[in-house]
């Protein structure tokens, strides 16, 4: 995953949270969405660890 999907990844993450505010969803609805949110965060932060441990990513100060 590069910078740009994983700055994807946290758009999406953000616009399925404000949408689960909305009123209209049910408690079962705000269930899946908080799964949803942290099965994309935590894909998000596993890539992002490695990159920043990959000593020979493009851009990374040796």
Do not use: Q, Y
């Not at 993450?13 to 404000?18: C, D, F, G, V």
């Not at 209209?24 to 609805?29: K, Q, S």
């Not at 705000?30 to 990513?57: G, H, P, Q, Y």
């Amino acid at each position: 995953m590069d910078f740009l999907h994983t700055a994807v990844l946290l758009e999406r993450i953000s616009l399925i949270a404000k949408l689960s505010t909305r009123v209209d969803c049910d408690a079962e609805e705000r269930e899946i969405v908080a799964a949803w949110i942290s099965e994309m965060a935590l894909a998000a932060n596993e890539e992002l660890v490695k990159v920043i441990f990959d000593v020979n990513a493009p851009g990374k100060i040796h």
